[in-house]
């Protein structure tokens, strides 16, 4: 995945400092949204997910905040460590026509946690 | 472990030589699916899998074809390749819970055409 990653915007936090990564979608009619993490070399991993009907979920260090207003979406990582370095992407399910749903994926932002 | 796993991790081939990237999870998910990956571009479904002999185009199928004879495995089949196919691709699958959200992805097979 290295490559994947060299137009993306970067976020350079330091190491036990708060990360705060955001993501725009574009259906307002999209009820389910996702977070993923993309380590280098490496295939997507689910991190975290919420419903249209929530506007915050929290994990382990990780929280997602949902904005219907304005279609924004964020995760915030608490006390970021080196090993939350990795590009950082959201997904929205978003409903079609004929009764389907499609999940659209952003380009991702690249999070590098300096020591 | 649970685990999807592709295989080969690298290629490059020539344009018009077929070629197959597996794809194989050991979950018993029902939903399977093949995305590639281009820079600055989000993830973009190929084609993408219900369960065994349901198959179905994605965003951007053209070029590519794929099978689903058996529930753990869905290769990837590009008949004629060609440059505009060289991609990182990655293979997810999920249960039939989480239906279209793919819950776990593969590590990727870099692919160049030339």
């Known amino acids: 995945g290295e490559s994947v990653g060299l137009h993306l915007p970067t976020l350079s936090v330091q190491e036990g400092d708060n990360s705060i990564i955001n993501c725009a979608y574009s259906?307002?009619?999209?009820?389910?949204f996702i977070w993923y993490k993309q380590e280098s070399g490496k295939g997507p991993q689910f991190i975290i997910d919420i419903r249209s009907n929530m506007d915050k979920r929290q994990g382990q260090r990780v929280t997602v905040l949902l904005n219907k207003t304005v279609k924004h979406l964020s995760l915030q990582i608490a006390a970021t460590q080196p090993g939350d370095s990795a590009v950082y992407f959201c997904a929205e399910n978003s409903p079609f026509s004929g009764g389907y749903n499609k999940l659209i994926f952003g380009a991702g932002t690249r999070l590098a946690v300096h020591p | 472990e649970a685990q999807v796993t592709q295989n080969p991790r690298y290629l490059i081939t020539v344009t018009g030589k077929k070629l197959t990237v597996t794809c194989s999870q050991n979950m018993n998910h029902e939903y399977m699916s093949w995305y590639r990956q281009d820079p600055g571009l989000g993830l973009r479904q190929i084609y993408y899998s219900m369960n065994v002999e349901v198959t179905d185009k994605g965003d951007v199928p053209e070029g590519y074809k794929v099978s689903r004879k058996e529930k753990r495995n869905f290769p990837l089949i590009l008949e004629s390749p060609s440059p505009n196919q060289t991609s990182l691709y990655f293979c997810?699958?999920?249960?039939?819970?989480?239906?279209?959200?793919?819950?776990?992805f593969g590590q990727g097979t870099r692919l160049t055409v030339v």
């Open positions: 997810a699958s999920s249960s039939s819970g989480t239906g279209s959200v793919p819950g776990f």
């Open positions: 259906n307002s009619a999209s009820d389910y």
